[in-house]
């Protein structure tokens, strides 16, 4: 039936849905910088931060599975190909650089010329949702059997920048884990790796496998370890580690 084609194209619009409601999240008010009776300085970052946060995990698990529901019904398409495309710089490329200009916009507002500087110092955090449009633009005209992939997925980039909200959320008792975050050098660190290791070419994993055995496994038990292990010890900071170890980890294997 006609209709059952069209399942894997509805829940790759459930991605962009879920990358909308992101958005909404992000940038709503409550964003804020204050004093304490000491003289610190607290910065208020309000819960719909996270909420965002979850979101774009939740629109990555849908973007994990539309694909496997497409070969599940046998209902590939060109237009599933451009809409999974499409989806995917909102939810993994717009909705994180939101989260990047908020946490710029606090980190300049920390300074005592906070309020004076100019708006295009914030221009760079709209970078990785760029970067995500040229990487997705590429794949989509790419046509290759390779069980690789050609630059960072704008889906794990996405993830890697979503997890920030909720790790200043959780490290209230870390404290130089929060005056890293509220750094606009971090930032601008993380805008240009981020975004560069989108639209380079450097060779990366991709659950596409030929054959299961050990070799091909091998470097995705590694990472399922590194997650893991730092999640046990780092909570949410496992996931930019996790992005890092999956980097470093794809250059090994990919390029034997």
Request: aromatic letters at 14%; a negative charge; glycine letters at 6%.
């Amino acid at each position: 039936m006609n209709w059952l084609k069209q399942i894997p194209n509805l829940v790759t619009l459930m991605n962009l849905f879920l990358g909308c409601w992101a958005i909404v999240w992000i940038m709503q008010p409550g964003l804020s910088i204050s004093s304490s009776i000491e003289g610190d300085t607290l910065v208020n970052l309000p819960e719909s931060m996270v909420l965002g946060s979850f979101c774009i995990f939740g629109a990555a698990i849908v973007d994990f599975f539309d694909g496997f529901v497409a070969r599940l019904l046998k209902a590939d398409s060109a237009l599933g190909k451009q809409l999974d495309s499409l989806a995917d710089v909102v939810s993994f490329g717009v909705a994180p650089s939101l989260i990047i200009y908020q946490f710029l916009r606090l980190a300049f507002a920390g300074r005592e010329d906070g309020l004076d500087i100019d708006i295009i110092w914030l221009f760079p955090a709209f970078l990785p949702a760029l970067a995500s449009a040229y990487r997705l633009g590429r794949f989509n005209i790419t046509e290759s059997a390779s069980t690789g992939f050609s630059g960072v997925p704008a889906p794990a980039a996405g993830i890697t920048i979503a997890a920030f909200p909720l790790i200043y959320w959780y490290a209230s008792s870390m404290t130089w884990l929060v005056d890293l975050l509220m750094s606009e050098y971090f930032w601008y660190a993380s805008i240009l790796i981020v975004a560069y290791l989108q639209v380079s070419t450097l060779p990366m994993l991709s659950l596409k496998m030929k054959h299961l055995n050990l070799k091909t496994m091998l470097p995705w038990l590694i990472l399922a370890f590194v997650a893991l292990g730092t999640a046990f010890f780092f909570s949410w900071l496992s996931i930019p580690i996790a992005f890092l170890a999956y980097v470093i980890i794809s250059l090994i294997f990919q390029t034997k």
